[in-house]
Structures are given as structure tokens and as C-alpha cells.
């Protein structure tokens, strides 16, 4: 079950689980502070909140994701599966930036704004992966 504590993790588990974790660490604080114009070039024109607000309320969800994927290794499944959606839900910001031909992080083509996007799914399978959650989604228990 996911919910159950579960067993030993590999140690390249644990370096891909904290290295995931202080990354999303850093992006939330850099949505708060340095980086935040640039991380507002994400947010969709469509989307109905405002775009500093979004910025604001993504990088404090980074920063609670990336710290529990840190320090809560007991519940590293359910917290690996949560991650994995907030990579999901936010791609439609990278889709937007690209569509919109919006310049943020250096990504000033349409071609380098179109190859980011086939690194969201590696970010799903990372969080996954390091945290056990694929394989105890694969769990006949």
C-alpha cells in the first residue's frame, strides 16, 4: 500500500531524492527572490490569477515539496507522487511560454522554449524513481 513506510532505499535513490529536493529548494526560493520576473514569463495569459501571486504561491509550493522530499524519508512514496503531479500541473506554464513566445531563463527561440518541454517528463521520472513511488505503484501488495 502506498501509505505503508516504505522499506530500505538504495543510495543512488537517496542522492536523486535530496538532489531533487534541494532543487526544487532553490527554484522556490528564487521564485521568492532573485528569479521571480523571469519565472512570471511561465505563467500563462490565460491563467485567472494574477501572475505575481502565481509566482509567489508556486515558489512556496516548491519549497514545501523540495523540503519534504529532504526530511520526511518515511513518507518519501506519497510526497514522490505529489511532486510528480506538480510537474504535471504546471506544465501548461511551459507549454504557454513556448506557444506565447514568451523569453525567460535564456529560452529566447521558439526551438530552445520547444526542447524544454521534453524535459518535464524526465522531472516526472525523476521524482518518481527517487523516491520508490514507481516502483511501489508496480507493487502487487
Given amino acids: 500500500m502506498l501509505l505503508e513506510p516504505p522499506g530500505p532505499d538504495s543510495v543512488p535513490r537517496v542522492v536523486a531524492r535530496v538532489g531533487l529536493g534541494l532543487s526544487l529548494l532553490f527554484a522556490g526560493v528564487s521564485h521568492l ?5 523571469e519565472f512570471q514569463a511561465q505563467v500563462p495569459s490565460w491563467f485567472p490569477v494574477g ?3 502565481t509566482v509567489l ?7 514545501g515539496l523540495g523540503a ?6 518515511r513518507h518519501r512514496v506519497v510526497v514522490g507522487l505529489v511532486v510528480a503531479a506538480f510537474f504535471v500541473v504546471i506544465f501548461p506554464g511551459n507549454l504557454a511560454q ?5 523569453d525567460g531563463f535564456g ?3 521558439d526551438t530552445k522554449r520547444l526542447v524544454r518541454l521534453f524535459f518535464q ?3 516526472v521520472a525523476w521524482a518518481l524513481w527517487s523516491s520508490g ?3 511501489a505503484l508496480r507493487s502487487p501488495r
Fill in 33 to 37: 527572490t532573485f528569479a521571480r520576473d
Fill in 51 to 53: 501572475t505575481d501571486l
Fill in 57 to 63: 504561491a508556486s515558489g512556496a509550493v516548491e519549497i
Fill in 68 to 73: 519534504a522530499l529532504v526530511v520526511l524519508p
Fill in 98 to 102: 513556448w506557444l506565447e513566445h514568451k
Fill in 107 to 109: 529560452l529566447d527561440t
Fill in 121 to 123: 517528463p524526465l522531472l
Fill in 133 to 135: 513511488a514507481l516502483r
